[in-house]
C-alpha cells in the first residue's frame, strides 16, 4: 500500500472495478450466425485497454482473417476513439 502513496496511483483491490453498461449494442449470444461460423470478412471484434498514466489502445480483430489493427489513443473518449 505505500508504494501506491509514493507514486501516487491509487490502491484498488480485485473485484472493485466498475462496471459499464453497454446501452445499444448486440449481446454475443444474439449475433448472426454468418458472423459466429467465421464465413466472411469484414466483422471486426474491438476492445480498448486502458494502461498506466492515463494510456489507451484499441485493438481491432477481424473474425475470419484475424487481421488485426492497433491504435494508440489520447483518450478513452468517444470522439478519440472514433478518430
Known sequence: R??????GRRHTRKGERGTINIVNGTPIHERSRNIDNRR???HWEGDLVSGTKNSHIATLVDRKSRYTIILRLRGKDSVSVNQ
Open 2 to 7: 505505500s508504494h501506491s502513496l509514493r507514486h
Open 40 to 42: 466472411s470478412l469484414g
